[in-house]
C-alpha cells in the first residue's frame, strides 16, 4: 500500500531492477518478527488458556468428556482455519492482489483481538505463580549439592509449599527427592519459606521436574508421526504423473490432495465426538471414552499403515509407467486415477487426529496447572523437531541409496527412484515407533484417570479443604499395563 515500503518492479526494457533498501528489507523482516511472536504467543497459549475456562471449582464427573471434546474442537477448527487459509485466502492474494490478500487477515485478526478483550471480564484467568523453568533448574542444582544425603524416613523433613500438609515425594527419580530434604531448622523461615531456594526446594517444585521428564519420552514417540505428515513433496510429485480428472473438464490441482488430510480430520472428529461416543456410551449405559495414552498408540499404528498403503499405491503406479514406456519420461502421465490418493492421505488425517489431539490432553493432564502452558506447547515442538529430523532422514536415504549410474530411492525423476522403498522405510520405522511407544508406556505405569482440572498441585482459592495436596500414590513393583 505504501509504494516507498517496496523497490519499484523491475521493466522489461533490460534496464537493472533497482534493489531492496536496507530500511525496505527492515520493514519485512520486523513484519516476519511480528508474525513469529504473534504466533508464538497464540498457539501455545490459547489452548492452556481455553482449558482453564473449564475450571470452576468442583469436581464435575463430566469435565474430563468436556475437555477432551474442547481438545478435539480446537485442533479441528485450526485445522479448519489452514483450509480457508490455503483456499479462500489464496484465492484473494491471486485474483485480488497483495493488498486485498493481506488486508482481509488483518482485518480478521483486529476483529478476534477486538472481540478477546471485550470478553476478557468473562474470563477464567489463572496466576501466574512462579518461573517454572527457573524452579527446574533449582531442582537440578540443589539434588546435586544434597547428592551425598541419606533420605529421611519422617515426612516433616521434606519442605512443603506454605500451607500444605506434610506429603512424601513419589518413588520414580527418587534421586530428585533430595532437593527438597530439611538439612537443618535453619534452612525454613519461620513463615514456612525457604531461607535460600537454591538449597532448598518444595515437594511440589521436584514432582513438577518429575512430571515433565516421565512425559518427554512418549513425547518423543510422536515425532515420528509429525515426520511421515511432512512428506508433503512426494505425495504431489506422484499427483502429477497421475489423472487427476473428476471429468473430462474439471481435474483436481495436484496440491490441492493435501486438503483430504484436513477433511479426513475434521470428518473424524465429528463422527468420534458426536457419534461414536455418544453411541457407545448408550449401548454401554455408561459414558465411554478412550483414554488419551491409546489413541496416541493408535494413531502412531494408523500412520504406519498409511505409509504401507503409500508404499504400494507408488508400487504399482511405478511398474504402469514402465510398461507405458515412461521410465525416462517424469513428465508424463500414467493411466492410473489419481484419486488412489486419497486413502493415504485420509489415514495420514486420521492418524493426527488421534494422536495430536490426545497427546495434548495427554500432557495437559499428566503435567501441572502451572505447567498448562508448556503442555500446549509440547506437540508444536514435536513438529518443529520433526521437521529437523524429516531432512536428516531424508539426506540419508539420498546419500546411501545412490550408487555408480543408479538412481537414489528419491530422485528427481520420479519413474527411475523408488519412492515405495522410501515409503516402506518410513513405514518400518513408524512400527519400530509404535514398539517404542508401548516400551514408555510400560515404563510410565498408570496415568491420570481423574478429573483434568483437579490436578495435583493446584490448591483452591475458594475452598480451605483443598488446600491439601494430592500427590501420586508410591508406585507399584508391576507397572499397571491397563494404562497401555
Not at 64 to 92: P, R
Not at 182 to 208: F, R
Not at 307 to 329: D, F, K, Q, T, Y
Amino acid at each position: 500500500m505504501i509504494p516507498k515500503a517496496r523497490p519499484p518492479a523491475c521493466n522489461q526494457t533490460g534496464q537493472a531492477c533497482i534493489s531492496t533498501t536496507g530500511p525496505q528489507y527492515m520493514l519485512l523482516v520486523f513484519s516476519f518478527l511480528l508474525l513469529s511472536i504473534g504466533a508464538g504467543g497464540i498457539r501455545p497459549c490459547s489452548l492452556a488458556f481455553g482449558a482453564n475456562q473449564f475450571d470452576k471449582g468442583g469436581s464435575d464427573p463430566n469435565k474430563q468428556t468436556v475437555l477432551e471434546s474442547f481438545f478435539a474442537w480446537y485442533y479441528t477448527s485450526s485445522v479448519v482455519s489452514v483450509l480457508i487459509a490455503l483456499t479462500g485466502i489464496v484465492y484473494l492474494q491471486d485474483r485480488l492482489g497483495w493488498k486485498i490478500g493481506f488486508g482481509v487477515p488483518a482485518i480478521l485478526m483486529f476483529l478476534s483481538a477486538l472481540f478477546f478483550f471485550l470478553a476478557s471480564p468473562f474470563y477464567i484467568k489463572q496466576k501466574v505463580r512462579s518461573n517454572v523453568f527457573a524452579s527446574f533448574i533449582r531442582v537440578i542444582v540443589v539434588a546435586f549439592k544434597n547428592r551425598k544425603l541419606h533420605y529421611p524416613n519422617q515426612n516433616s523433613d521434606y519442605h512443603h509449599k506454605n500451607g500444605s500438609g506434610p506429603q512424601v515425594p513419589t518413588e520414580k527419580l527418587r534421586f530428585l527427592n533430595k532437593a527438597c530434604i530439611i538439612k537443618s531448622p535453619e534452612d525454613v523461615k519461620p513463615n514456612g519459606v525457604a531461607a535460600n531456594p537454591w538449597n532448598l526446594c518444595t515437594v511440589e517444585q521436584v514432582e513438577e521436574l518429575k512430571a515433565l521428564i516421565r512425559v518427554v519420552p512418549l513425547w518423543s514417540t510422536g515425532i515420528m508421526i509429525s515426520i511421515n505428515l511432512s512428506q508433503s513433496s512426494f505425495p504431489l510429485l506422484q499427483a502429477q504423473s497421475m489423472n487427476r480428472h473428476l471429468t473430462k473438464g474439471f481435474q483436481i490441482p495436484a496440491g490441492s490432495f493435501g486438503m483430504f488430510l484436513m477433511i479426513a480430520l475434521t470428518i473424524w472428529v465429528l463422527l468420534y465426538d458426536r457419534v461414536m461416543l455418544p453411541l457407545a456410551s448408550k449401548i454401554k449405559g455408561r459414558p465411554v471414552r478412550l483414554k488419551p495414552i491409546v489413541r496416541m498408540g493408535l494413531g502412531i499404528f494408523v500412520s504406519c499403515m498409511s505409509m504401507v498403503v503409500s508404499g504400494i499405491i507408488e508400487h504399482i503406479r511405478r511398474r504402469r509407467a514402465i510398461s507405458e514406456g515412461l521410465l525416462n519420461n517424469s513428465q508424463g502421465l500414467v493411466e492410473m486415477s489419481a484419486m488412489w490418493l486419497i486413502i493415504p492421505n485420509s489415514l495420514n488425517g486420521i492418524a493426527e487426529a488421534l494422536n495430536a489431539i490426545s497427546a495434548t490432553e495427554f500432557y495437559y493432564s499428566e503435567l501441572p496447572k502451572s505447567m498448562s502452558s508448556i503442555a500446549s506447547a509440547l506437540l508444536g515442538l514435536g513438529m518443529a523437531v520433526a521437521n529437523l529430523l524429516a531432512s536428516v532422514v531424508l539426506s540419508a536415504v539420498d546419500k546411501y541409496t545412490k550408487g555408480e549410474g543408479k538412481e537414489s530411492w528419491i530422485s528427481s525423476n520420479i519413474n527411475k527412484g523408488h519412492y515405495e522403498y522410501y515409503y516402506w522405510l518410513l513405514a518400518l520405522m513408524t512400527g519400530f515407533n509404535l514398539l517404542y511407544f508401548v516400551v514408555c508406556c510400560w515404563l510410565y505405569g498408570p496415568s491420570v484417570d481423574v478429573d483434568i482440572t483437579m490436578r495435583m498441585m493446584e490448591p483452591s482459592d475458594d475452598d480451605d479443604d483443598d488446600n491439601e495436596i494430592d500427590l501420586p500414590q508410591k508406585n507399584k513393583s508391576t507397572p499397571d499395563l491397563n494404562s497401555c
